[in-house]
């Protein structure tokens, strides 16, 4: 069943804008036209700071990002708004003098000046969360883009948030803003048209500015209530995860996943995780099955990841202050990329003498085949 089209009279949902200053939340929902659920808990946080009880410092401004899909209850019309934020898409925007090709370019024309007029009128840090939902059941959960302070902001979520996924994809809307010096991440609030996703993502945005320090979370029910909600959500899934490899697939793959994994699944070493034309594939060790491919065409068939522990992520968080990963150059066959400083080049002859983890541990997840040589690269902290 298609998604109701929703009542949407303007870009901007709601701005409550405080007496103090303060930080600034900004919030997208609906990037995608039938993902309307972070609209409706934007219009619940708004409608109860109306009642002017609880004091706000800053500002909390909410836009949709995709207003005409939103209007037709489809997830776009010509083409993903949310992988159209590189650096170099932006410039051809501009270089157009603006000018919008199709419908997608007019809607990023209008929101990048909305949000950069949010940012300009700032009067502190600033955090950018951009809410989804899926079309896949599953617990809610976020992405987001490793960098140090992103990592702190979202460790405050009780929910799973997944390390290395951003990277997996060019061009979404929170990588370029992370760019422009916001904090920001993606959540995923659940099923498209299930209620219970409208109260994840309301919780979300509570937690965000409270974390934010927009609102006192101590003093809220709303918060606190927040908190419990999606920590009940979470069952027994870890709090941090991060993505160690991609199943790529083409259509010649016939790939076929095995029915009954959720969004984010456990599994167990030798556990037959999918088909494809050469045979079973199955878990090399125990871990954890995210965002499997169930319908339509793609060219992940899954994720596979597991559970950082608390550990680790101290290690990976002092060795990145120290800025050890100068060290990663002495590798042989890696060399930092002169013009580009957060990405190493790879020699893909030599790349097999060791695990490319040793460079997840530094933040460096995006790994890409260019001309021939293997990059490795990082969003800046
Ligand atoms: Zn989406």
Not at 72 to 99: H, M, P
Not at 362 to 374: A, D, H, S
């Amino acid at each position: 069943m298609p998604p109701s089209p929703l009542s949407l009279d303007r870009r901007e949902i709601g701005r409550h804008v405080g007496a103090a200053p303060g930080p600034s939340v900004v919030a997208v929902a609906g990037v995608h036209g039938n993902e309307p659920a972070g609209i409706e808990a934007a219009r619940r946080v708004f409608a109860r700071l109306e009642r002017g009880d609880v004091a706000v410092r800053g500002e909390l401004v909410v836009f949709a990002g995709n207003v005409a899909s939103l209007r037709r209850g489809v997830r776009y019309e010509t083409k993903d708004l949310n992988r159209q934020w590189s650096e170099a898409r932006v410039a051809a925007l501009r270089a157009q003098g603006w000018a919008a090709v199709d419908a997608e370019d007019r809607e990023q024309v209008e929101l990048l000046g909305a949000i950069e007029a949010a940012l300009g009128r700032a009067r502190g840090a600033v955090t950018l969360a951009d809410l989804h939902t899926s079309s896949a059941a599953g617990v809610p959960f976020i992405l987001f883009g490793d960098t140090l302070a992103q990592r702190r902001f979202v460790g405050a979520f009780p929910l799973p948030v997944i390390i290395g996924l951003e990277e997996q994809v060019d061009g979404a809307l929170t990588e370029y803003w992370t760019r422009r010096g916001c904090v920001t991440f993606t959540v995923e609030g659940g099923q498209h048209d299930d209620p219970a996703s409208v109260d994840s993502l309301e919780a979300v945005l509570w937690i965000a500015l409270s974390e934010a320090g927009v609102i006192d979370g101590a003093a809220l029910p709303e918060v606190r209530d927040g908190y419990a909600a999606l920590d009940a959500r979470r069952g027994d899934l870890p709090r941090v995860l991060e993505v160690v490899s991609r199943r790529a697939i083409t259509a010649e793959d016939t790939f076929q996943m095995e029915p009954g994994f959720r969004n984010i699944a456990r599994a167990r070493a030798g556990q037959l995780l999918a088909r494809d034309r050469r045979g079973e594939i199955v878990a090399p060790h125990d871990g954890l099955v995210i965002l499997p491919l169930y319908q339509g065409l793609g060219s992940d068939g899954f994720f596979w990841g597991r559970e950082v522990s608390a550990g680790r992520l101290r290690a990976s968080r002092v060795l990145r202050a120290l800025g050890v990963d100068r060290l990663l150059a002495l590798l042989p066959g890696v060399a930092r990329d002169p013009r580009t400083p957060s990405r190493f080049v790879v020699d893909t002859q030599v790349a097999r003498l060791f695990p490319l983890e040793v460079f997840h541990l530094f933040g460096y997840r995006r790994v890409r085949e260019r001309g021939g040589k293997l990059t490795v690269e990082r969003q800046l902290d």
